[in-house]
């Protein structure tokens, strides 16, 4: 972080300016930005754990969802009666004033980061000692669980859903609630991204990446696995929670299984992402998702009914051709551009060795 | 670095080329057409009952435009729909509200399949005015949280099945009755479960199994168990067109014995057909059914809705495409009666609605739903291996007499 070059200056100056117009530029298009901020942040939050780490997990979405519980249960919770607006069926309607709405979803925003993070740690200490497919098994059954549990808790709504506090009535401006999910969107993206980058520079990134090279030769060499593991998940689960707290404010309607633990789709999706853009490094996520956005709001509709075919069909291709993702294949093309030095001696003189 | 910073530059600018190109709005009413949107379920869970939906859309539209189409300030439009399909998602049909509305410049909605995503789409449309005439979003939720947008042409979800209790404790002597129910855990379904509740109080009766079902509803075994050993007075189960489809599967296959068995959405799963005398004398709640006596100019009666709906489609109309027509009916009287485009006059018009249509008669209420309209239930008999859907209440168009208790199963052939 310390000597940013002037070339990356240009670039992050660039996409923040570029990302500060957007709105503006494409009005129309506000809320599919805000989706592609939040598919940028779950996938390289996701990188984070299953490309850094080593640990494949599909157990992100159950921070997302969470979060996404927590913010409007406590946007909701600070000045009304939760039951109540969440009893389905009930007949009294409450409101939110302006200041109410922004302090409720400030707050609320606050508790999803945190406690999604928490609850990473604690179940992070119980199941971090299992590797490889076992993991991602694992959590696998982790999103799917918290699913059907939130399904049957009665405060949040249960099967019925919860529907978030509809944006204050006393705001106008149509695309005032627009601008302001895709700003706190966009605020989220800048966050993480600026905290990836940061790891990215730091030891703690040198102890995951030898976690997932070899877990065992790294606690060997003293490093206490067990804890940056730990510490590893819980950075994940803390934009992972923001994430879902945004989204659900955007969303307006919480469903258990089709939009807070939604595995099948975001849960599959943050690993598309990643590994389409290539795990295990800075920009791979960013381009993934935007990509894999942009694929799926250009084509989505052009194919109607066949479009998971589509998908399925793209991630055969992603993982036949680019098991390494869009930035794997091309640091293997082009390795110079990375910053690679191959010593062409060095090259040869192994190949005739074969 | 700088490579790849290059690379990204020219992506990101290719992108922003595309968008700019792509930012082309379409009119509300282009010509002569005036555009609706709808996301509709074409494919996931409720992919059977989203094309029931649009399939009642697509046979209105071609109807009204037939027969001359929409008379506004004397001159005739024809109306055209755009469909997204929304993946029985509601986070994905919110996403198309505001795409339908943003990008295509939609200004009048027509409601997706189900409760839940209904609810996801009216906090969108009534962010943005746009009045939504929905035919397929029953849960009472729906209409008590003030949306001011929000047209409803069918009775909410509450009132599915409470009529059967009432029925199964009227055949009691007037005593409570032991209810053994499974919903799935949905809007919709846990909604009818409310009824129930509600029914179950005001009768004196007593819930003596209360299950929750998964969304992807394909076993019911342990609930048939559990009523299998304590032998229920009624049996209530309420999932979707697959809920109906697997109580009636199991129910048969673990020979399950109970004097009534009331369910929601037999017609949608074509259950007479599909599982023929194994389905016979199963109770289901209707929004509609094709021998009521009710009236339009532009289906005739229901009866001669149900043949052309035969002919254009090759199957027996759903009360889910019947109610989406009847959507599309509503929308072309408020046009006409509003004489304008604007969207305000076209809600107030809305308001006023009183109208009679082949499904019902139309009139709606303070929230938003239908209070014109009651429900019926129909019970499945059959002939031989000819199975069919017949009314047995409300009385004034029951057309058979409802059979009461459920025979065993030993004693069915």
Redo the contacts between chains.
């Keep these: 972080m310390e000597k940013v ?1 002037q ?2 200056l ?2 992050y100056s ?2 923040i300016i ?1 990302g500060l117009a957007a709105p503006y ?8 930005l805000t ?1 592609l901020c939040v598919l940028i942040v779950l996938a390289m939050t996701w990188n984070l754990q299953g490309g850094e780490m080593g640990y494949n997990t599909f157990g992100n979405i159950l921070f997302y969802g969470l979060g996404m519980y927590l913010t409007a249960s406590v946007q909701v919770g600070m000045f009304f009666p939760l039951a109540e607006w969440t009893e ?6 409450f409101v939110h004033t302006t200041a109410q709405y922004f302090q409720g979803i400030g707050v609320g925003l606050l508790v999803s980061a945190i406690v999604p993070a928490v609850i990473a740690g604690a179940i992070g200490y119980a199941i971090l000692g299992l590797r490889g497919h076992y993991f991602a098994i694992c959590t696998l059954g982790l999103g799917i669980a918290a699913g ?1 549990i939130a ?2 808790i009665e405060i949040i709504g ?4 919860f ?1 978030t506090p ?2 204050p009535a006393e705001i106008v401006d ?1 695309e005032a ?2 601008k302001f999910f895709y700003f706190l969107s966009f605020a989220l993206l800048i966050g993480t991204f600026v905290f990836v980058k940061y790891i990215y520079g730091s030891r703690f990134r040198l102890i995951l990446n030898a976690i997932r090279d070899n877990e065992d030769k790294a606690e060997a060499m003293g490093i206490q696995t067990m804890k940056y593991k730990i510490v590893g998940w819980m950075c994940s689960a803390f934009f992972c929670g923001l994430a879902g707290g945004i ?1 659900g404010g ?4 919480i ?5 807070a633990f ?1 595995g099948r ?1 975001m849960g599959v999706f943050m690993v598309l992402m990643a590994i389409l853009g290539g795990k295990g490094t800075l ?1 791979g996520p960013v ?1 993934g998702a ?1 990509l894999f956005h ?1 694929f799926k709001e250009g084509l ?2 052009l194919i ?2 066949w ?2 075919v589509a998908l399925g069909v793209l991630i055969v291709v992603i993982v036949v051709y680019f098991p390494e993702g869009l930035m794997g294949w ?1 640091r293997e093309k ?1 390795p110079e ?3 690679e030095v191959i010593d062409d001696k060095d090259r040869k003189a192994q190949v005739e060795l074969k | ?5 290059k ?3 020219t ?2 600018s290719a ?2 080329l595309a ?2 190109s792509f ?1 082309s ?1 379409f009119a509300k009413v282009e010509g002569e057409y005036i555009v609706l949107g709808s996301a509709i379920s ?2 996931g869970k409720y992919s059977s009952n989203g094309v029931h939906t649009q399939n009642g859309y697509n046979m209105a539209v071609d109807r009204i435009n037939k027969m001359g189409g929409v008379e506004v300030q004397g001159k005739k439009y024809k109306f055209e729909i755009i ?3 929304d ?5 994905r049909a ?2 198309l509200a ?2 339908l509305i ?2 295509d410049g939609v200004h009048y909605m027509l409601g997706p399949y189900s409760s ?1 995503l209904t ?2 789409i009216a ?2 449309t ?4 746009i009045p939504m005439v929905e035919a397929n979003g029953a ?3 729906l209409f ?3 949306y001011k947008y929000l047209f409803a042409v069918l009775s909410p979800a ?1 009132q599915y099945l409470e009529v059967a209790i009432d029925l199964a404790v009227e055949k009691n002597g007037g005593k409570g009755v032991k209810i053994a129910q499974a ?5 919709f ?3 009818v479960r ?1 009824g129930i509740l509600d029914a179950a109080k005001r009768t004196g009766s007593e819930i003596i199994i209360d299950d ?1 079902l ?2 992807e509803l394909n076993d019911m075994a342990a609930t048939l168990a559990k009523v299998k050993a304590v032998k229920p007075d009624v049996l209530v189960v309420s999932g979707h067109t697959k809920g109906a489809l697997t109580a009636i599967r199991q129910i048969s296959e673990m020979k399950v014995d109970v004097p009534m068995l009331a369910m929601t959405h037999c017609d949608a799963a074509k259950l007479s057909k599909q599982h023929g005398k194994k389905s016979e004398f199963a109770l289901c709640a209707s929004q509609w059914h094709k021998n009521l006596s009710y009236k339009d100019k532009f289906f005739g009666s229901g009866k001669k809705y149900a043949k052309d709906f035969q002919k254009e489609f090759g199957y027996d109309p759903p009360y889910q495409s019947a109610e989406s027509s009847a959507a599309l009916l509503v929308f072309k009287d408020a046009f006409e009666r509003a004489n304008s485009f604007d969207r305000d006059a076209v809600r107030d018009a809305l308001v006023d609605t009183e109208m009679q249509t082949f499904y019902g008669n139309i009139k709606f209420g303070p929230g938003g739903q239908n209070v014109a309209k009651p429900m019926i239930l129909f019970q499945v008999r059959c002939k031989g291996d000819d199975c069919e859907n017949r009314v047995v209440a409300p009385t004034k168009w029951a057309s058979d007499k409802f059979y009461h208790p459920i025979p065993k199963w030993s004693e069915r052939s």
């Excluded at chain 2, 993946?87 to 986070?91: F, I, R, T, V, W």
């Excluded at chain 2, 009534?126 to 005015?129: A, G, H, L, T």
């Design positions: 070059k070339k990356d240009i670039l660039g996409l570029l530029l494409f009005s129309a298009f506000k809320v599919q989706y389905s069926g009930g007949e009294k309607t059907e399904g049957g249960a099967g019925q859903g529907t509809p944006f149509t609630r627009g989204m955007l969303i307006g309607y469903d258990s299984t089709d939009v939604d789709e920009w381009i935007t942009f989505w509709t109607l009914g479009q998971y091309l082009y551009r990375f910053g | 670095m700088n490579k790849i910073a690379l990204f530059v992506f990101i992108i922003t968008l700019v930012t709005s074409l494919t469909y997204y399909d993946e029985s998602n509601p986070k919110a996403q505001e795409r943003k990008q839940g609810k996801a906090p969108v009534e962010k943005y005015k849960s009472r939720s008590t949280k003030g509450n919903f799935e855990q949905d809007a379904s846990q909604d409310l929750k998964p969304k």
